[in-house]
């Protein structure tokens, strides 16, 4: 089994040589070669970093406003 570079998930084989993490939040699309290092390509998506940080900012603003 292969984890997943970003967050250490199972990897799921697609298509095509392309594995994908099983983490819904991961910023990780797709790795390539997960078993060669040296040949291993990891394609990250900026939209999920942005997702993940945006439900950060969702629960400060929900903590804050009970405090308050």
């Known amino acids: 089994m292969v984890s997943c570079p970003e967050c250490g998930e199972p990897l799921v084989k697609g298509t095509k040589s392309k594995y994908f993490c099983e983490n819904e939040s991961?910023?990780?699309?797709?790795?390539?070669?997960?078993?060669?290092?040296?040949?291993?390509?990891?394609?990250?998506?900026?939209?999920?970093?942005?997702?993940?940080?945006?439900?950060?900012?969702e629960v400060n603003v929900k903590n804050i406003s009970h405090i308050f």
């Open 26 to 57: 991961c910023p990780v699309i797709f790795v390539r070669c997960p078993y060669e290092p040296a040949k291993m390509r990891v394609a990250f998506t900026a939209l999920a970093r942005e997702e993940i940080i945006g439900k950060f900012e």
